[in-house]
Antibody
C-alpha cells in the first residue's frame, strides 16, 4: 500500500536550517509529482512547493522563494524540503503529498501524517 | 491571504445537504483542475474530489464537485456527524505558478 512517512521535524532556533524528508513506498515514486503542504497552528492549509516526477521542474509559494528548496532522490524514493533562515511563522505541521500525475495539478491523493516544525525566537 | 475564497463555516442537520463555494479567478479555478479535501485536526487531509468532479476510489457519492467559470462547489448530501471537519478547495494558479488552497470551511452537523 502507498505510504508516505515524513521525518526531520523538531524545535529549532530562528535563523537556523532544517531538512525534512519524506520516505515513499508502495508505488513507483519516480512517476509522480510530489508536494509539500503545511499548516500553522490555528491556520488553514498552505501549499509550499511541488517537484515534478523527474525533478526537472520545481515551483514554490511566492512567500517562501529563496529560503525553501524542494528536491527528490528517485533512487532512494525520498522527497526533501530544505528550509533555511527559519522564522517563527514557519512553525507548522509539514505534510508531503503525492500528486495523481507526474506533473501538476491533478489532486494529491496520498498524504503523510506530517512532521512538526517549531521555530523558537 | 489566499486567492481562493470559501465561507468560514456552514452547518445543517443530519441527513441534510450543505454546499461549500470556492471563488477564484481565470488564472486558477477558471483554467485548472480543482480538488477538494476533508481535514480533521491532527490527521492527514483526505482527497474527496479531483479534476473538478471526479471521486477517487472509496469516496462515497454523497460528496460531489462541480465548477462553473471561476468558481467551484462541493456538495455533501445525507450529512453525517462524521462529516464534521474542515474542507478545503485547491488548484494551480497559472499566474503565480504555484498551488493554492482555499481559506477553508468548517462544516458543523447540528
Amino acid at each position: 500500500q502507498v505510504q508516505l512517512v515524513e521525518s526531520g521535524g523538531g524545535v529549532v532556533q530562528s535563523g537556523t536550517s532544517l531538512r525534512l524528508s519524506c520516505a515513499a513506498s508502495g508505488f513507483t515514486f519516480s512517476s509522480y509529482g510530489m508536494h509539500w503542504v503545511r499548516q500553522a497552528p490555528g491556520k488553514g492549509l498552505e501549499w509550499v512547493a511541488v517537484i515534478w516526477y523527474d525533478g526537472r521542474n520545481k515551483y514554490y509559494a511566492d512567500s517562501l522563494k529563496g529560503r525553501f528548496s524542494i528536491s527528490r532522490d528517485n533512487s532512494k524514493n525520498t522527497l526533501y524540503l530544505q528550509m533555511n533562515s527559519l522564522r517563527a511563522e514557519d512553525t507548522a505541521a509539514y505534510y508531503c503529498a503525492r500528486d495523481r500525475h507526474g506533473t501538476t495539478w491533478y489532486g494529491t491523493d496520498y498524504w503523510g501524517q506530517g512532521t512538526l516544525v517549531t521555530v523558537s525566537s | 491571504q489566499s486567492v481562493l475564497t470559501q465561507p468560514p463555516s456552514v452547518s445543517a442537520a443530519p441527513g441534510q445537504k450543505v454546499t461549500i463555494s470556492c471563488s477564484g479567478s481565470s488564472s486558477n479555478i477558471g483554467n485548472n483542475y480543482v480538488s477538494w479535501y476533508q481535514h480533521l485536526p491532527g490527521t492527514a487531509p483526505k482527497l474527496l474530489i479531483c479534476e473538478d468532479d471526479k471521486r477517487p476510489s472509496g469516496i462515497p457519492d454523497r460528496f460531489s464537485g462541480s465548477k462553473s467559470g471561476a468558481s467551484a462547489t462541493l456538495a455533501i448530501t445525507g450529512l453525517q456527524t462524521g462529516d464534521e471537519a474542515d474542507y478545503y478547495c485547491a488548484t494551480w494558479d497559472s499566474s503565480l505558478s504555484a498551488g493554492v488552497f482555499g481559506t477553508g470551511t468548517k462544516v458543523t452537523v447540528l
